[in-house]
């Protein structure tokens, strides 16, 4: 194989399947104190491939029950997360297999025209360009029903978005999802307004961004009045108290929003639909779910069963490790 020619100091490095990726140093790069070592780095490379092999098993069944749609979501996350966590350790390629299904994508032998929509769980997901909900999931193409919005609201489009896939597609949906995720834009507005009323004065002429705002207030009014009975109403001088505001009404928000869910296409049964909610936690690559009578977190959640439980849900948001670490104490 011929040696690849040198490249003039300062370009980028030129990504090779397989293989480690050397940087050469820009010309005035030399050792640098901080890290101890030259300017020279090697580039650890993570590749996620979607796969039909016709020679290999078959693509993944589908769930048959929502209890099994929600595991294999949770496991998907996690493999996604393991996969992130070791991108700052070590060198080489990680890579990551997720098979397809040929008829998915139309190829499949004797397929004709567009193939048929079967997705197991539909997931309703901020717009947040950081929150792909498939690489979140570890999912391919005709698995997940996806509808993204921002701050995950429930507007009259979400909502029929959602029963046509309940709907028409119930022979394969077994789950809806609501996913949050940590820092959303949109409910750090709706926060920032609960703190400072005076600033949705500035609002008035953006009906759009007043909508997306006005649902989401009442949940933060709710979340701050669960924060207050907890933590007494100093809380609102702690220095964190803004951010834990934020990551509470965040987690209510989907909570609220699957229950809504829940009501809307009946109660479950056996083998029926159910709706589960999680917040996707941007730094850990993780999903987070506070649930009422448990310390567990990890993974999805079904929201409680009546409003009445979401007092008791509330308070499990507040006392949890991830709130209580921001106001001081565990």
Sequence with gaps: MPCPSRRSAGEPPVAVPGRLVRALPPANAGYNPKVGRSAESIVKIIEVTYRYDSSGPAARARPINADEARNR??????????????????TGTVQRVIP?????????????????????AAVLGCSDARAPIELIFN????????VRVAGNGLGSEVLGSLKYAVDHLGDSLKLVVVLGHSGCGAVSAAVDVFLDPQAYLSLAGMHSLRGILDRLLLTVHAAARRIAALRGPEVTRHPRYREALIETAIASNAALAAYTLQQQIGSPEPHG??????????????????????????????????????????????????????????
């Excluded at 996969?83 to 070590?90: A, K, P, R, V």
């Excluded at 397809?100 to 193939?115: K, Y």
């Design 73 to 90: 979501l949770d496991a998907g996350s996690r493999t996604i997360a393991t996969l992130l966590d070791d991108l700052g350790e070590g």
């Design 100 to 120: 397809v299904d040929a008829g998915d994508l139309g190829i499949g032998p004797g397929d004709q025209g567009a193939p048929k929509q079967r997705p197991y």
């Design 139 to 146: 999912e391919g193409p005709n698995d997940l029903f996806v």
């Design 273 to 330: 639909i159910r709706a589960a909610y999680g917040v996707y936690l941007l730094g850990e690559h993780r999903v987070w779910a506070p649930r009422s009578g448990s310390a567990e977190c990890v993974g999805l959640a079904y929201p409680p069963a009546d409003l009445e439980a979401f007092d008791e849900f509330g308070d499990a948001v507040v006392l949890s490790q991830r709130i209580a670490t921001m106001l001081g104490g565990a």
